[in-house]
């Protein structure tokens, strides 16, 4: 954990950083979970001003692995290098090389990313590409299932014949996607050895929605419920790991029993070297059962039997479970949950401290859109405006009491019309 202050103009010690890492959670995401992490930051929604970024890893079962938080007054490139240089120096990632950063194009983070881990590759997240694209295109309404098949292109033929699909769609649309380079969020150039085909980056999004009434909190009281929410989700996500039964996680299971049907169509004919050829939709796969590898690439990219690979697994009367990568084994699951965050003390038990105090910080400036003062909505830019109903048609309040127009039983004065 880290605090840092900046001397101001009264010579007070106001915040200005605070960094967390628990040793735990360093430990277990090194040892358990894929080199994967998504990174992002949300605004503070308190009195407290600010930016919370947060750093995530994904657990054998594909779900959300808190790895380290920080609080900042800004999202800039200082801020998030100073963010990276701590999570490249608790987690050792060293020149990045080897592991996966997921964030959803935000510029500051890119560069500091950069910078800090030249090596490391940077996927992009398509939700953010395709919401871009569709603030530009709007009235294309049907086009985004051309980008997320693109997105999903595990090879490059399959990637080639989607983008051809997509320029026969709107060569405008495809000149504005060809613009987001999708090298960088397409799975057919993912580098291989990770097991992540995640084209996007909702875990990060999921965890700062789950967190929204710790933002809403003061600085130390919104740190302590993270911190609490972090600890009783590792709590409940060992009691899940320890009644589960299978070889693979659910997350492995939902995938396999989605390809047994593909799979059980396949037609299989045998090679030499532990290779078999692959026959399903008028198209052939080579498929070799040794490496685990087959030419549609979804089994090298996932770590996961294909629906081809499935297929020789099946015909050799086989385990599935077996031929799966082991980030995705039940008893690495479990170890990952075995140890959680040790419960943290009430602040009346905090050790005292020497150091100077800490002042809050004045509001920071934050970038983006100021709120009118009429507080009315804005419509989006596609969005119909709403007519106003023509006088004739508007409904005319009537007395409940006397049957008069234009009031009602609230506002009925009594008189005449007042019933006995």
Same mark, same amino acid.
């Given at each position: 954990?880290?605090?840092?202050?900046?001397?101001?103009?009264?010579?007070?010690?106001?915040?200005?950083?605070?960094?967390?890492?628990?040793?735990?959670?360093?430990?277990? !995401?090194?040892?358990?979970?894929?080199?994967?992490?998504?990174?992002?930051?949300?605004?503070?929604?308190?009195?407290?001003?600010? &930016?919370?970024?947060?750093?995530?890893?994904?657990?054998?079962?594909?779900?959300?692995?808190?790895?380290? !938080?920080?609080?900042? &007054?800004?999202?800039?490139? *200082?801020?998030?290098?100073?963010?990276? %240089?701590?999570?490249?120096?608790?987690?050792?990632?060293?020149?990045?090389?080897?592991?996966?950063?997921?964030?959803?194009? &935000?510029?500051?983070?890119?560069?500091?990313?950069?910078?800090?881990?030249?090596?490391?590759?940077?996927?992009?997240?398509?939700?953010?590409? =395709?919401?871009?694209?569709?603030?530009?295109?709007? %009235?294309?309404?049907?086009?985004?299932?051309?980008?997320?098949?693109?997105? !999903?292109?595990?090879?490059?033929?399959?990637?080639?014949?989607?983008?051809?699909?997509?320029?026969?769609?709107?060569?405008?649309?495809?000149?504005?996607?060809?613009?987001?380079?999708?090298?960088?969020?397409? /799975?057919?150039?993912?580098?291989?050895?990770?097991?992540?085909?995640?084209?996007?980056?909702?875990?990060?999004?999921?965890?700062?929605?789950?967190?929204?009434?710790?933002?809403? %909190?003061?600085?130390?009281?919104?740190?302590?419920?993270?911190?609490?929410?972090?600890?009783?989700?590792?709590?409940?996500?060992?009691?899940?790991?320890?009644?589960?039964?299978?070889? @693979?996680? *659910? =997350?492995?299971?939902?995938?396999?029993?989605?390809?047994?049907?593909?799979?059980?169509?396949?037609?299989? =004919?045998? @090679?030499?070297?532990?290779?078999?050829?692959?026959?399903?939709?008028?198209?052939?796969?080579?498929?070799?059962?040794?490496?685990?590898?087959?030419?549609?690439?979804?089994?090298?990219?996932?770590?996961?039997?294909?629906?081809?690979?499935?297929?020789?697994?099946?015909?050799?009367?086989?385990?599935?479970?077996?031929?799966?990568?082991?980030? +995705? /084994?039940?008893?690495?699951?479990? /170890?990952?949950?075995?140890?959680?965050?040790?419960?943290? /003390?009430?602040?009346? +038990? !905090?050790?005292? @401290?020497?150091?100077?105090?800490?002042?809050?910080?004045?509001?920071?400036?934050? *970038?983006?859109?100021?709120?009118?003062?009429?507080?009315?909505?804005?419509?989006?830019?596609?969005?119909? *405006?709403?007519?106003?109903?023509?006088?004739?048609?508007?409904?005319?309040?009537?007395?409940?009491?006397?049957?008069?127009?234009?009031?009602?039983?609230? +506002?009925?004065?009594?008189?005449?019309? %007042?019933?006995?």
């Amino acid at each position: 954990m880290e605090v840092e202050t900046k001397r101001n103009e009264e010579g007070k010690d106001v915040f200005d950083h605070f960094y967390v890492c628990f040793d735990v959670l360093r430990r277990s !995401w090194k040892a358990m979970c894929r080199p994967l992490i998504g990174m992002d930051g949300t605004f503070l929604r308190g009195k407290t001003k600010g &930016q919370l970024l947060v750093a995530l890893g994904r657990d054998g079962d594909n779900s959300i692995y808190p790895i380290a !938080w920080a609080v900042v &007054q800004v999202e800039n490139i *200082p801020n998030w290098m100073w963010f990276v %240089k701590h999570i490249k120096t608790d987690l050792g990632l060293g020149d990045g090389d080897g592991y996966i950063m997921v964030s959803d194009r &935000q510029k500051e983070l890119i560069k500091a990313v950069q910078l800090e881990l030249p090596k490391m590759e940077h996927r992009m997240c398509v939700r953010h590409i =395709y919401g871009n694209v569709k603030a530009k295109h709007g %009235k294309k309404s049907d086009m985004k299932p051309y980008i997320w098949q693109l997105a !999903w292109s595990y090879n490059e033929a399959v990637y080639k014949e989607n983008l051809d699909k997509l320029f026969n769609y709107d060569s405008e649309v495809y000149a504005d996607v060809m613009k987001t380079n999708p090298m960088t969020w397409v /799975r057919a150039f993912f580098k291989l050895g990770n097991y992540c085909e995640d084209v996007e980056n909702n875990s990060t999004e999921s965890f700062n929605a789950s967190i929204v009434c710790a933002r809403e %909190k003061p600085m130390v009281p919104m740190l302590d419920t993270i911190a609490r929410l972090a600890m009783v989700r590792i709590a409940s996500r060992y009691l899940i790991a320890q009644d589960h039964k299978s070889i @693979s996680t *659910p =997350y492995v299971v939902d995938i396999l029993a989605l390809e047994h049907k593909k799979a059980s169509e396949c037609t299989i =004919y045998r @090679s030499t070297n532990g290779m078999w050829l692959v026959n399903v939709d008028s198209c052939s796969y080579r498929v070799n059962l040794e490496n685990r590898t087959c030419t549609c690439m979804r089994w090298d990219i996932t770590g996961i039997p294909c629906e081809h690979g499935y297929g020789v697994i099946l015909d050799r009367k086989l385990e599935a479970e077996d031929f799966v990568c082991h980030w +995705f /084994r039940t008893t690495v699951w479990r /170890r990952t949950y075995e140890e959680g965050i040790t419960p943290l /003390r009430g602040a009346r +038990f !905090w050790p005292t @401290s020497s150091a100077p105090e800490v002042h809050p910080a004045p509001e920071p400036y934050q *970038p983006g859109r100021k709120k009118k003062k009429d507080n009315k909505r804005k419509k989006g830019k596609n969005e119909s *405006p709403v007519k106003k109903k023509p006088k004739a048609l508007k409904r005319i309040m009537h007395c409940g009491l006397c049957g008069a127009p234009n009031h009602n039983i609230r +506002f009925h004065k009594e008189g005449p019309h %007042k019933k006995v």
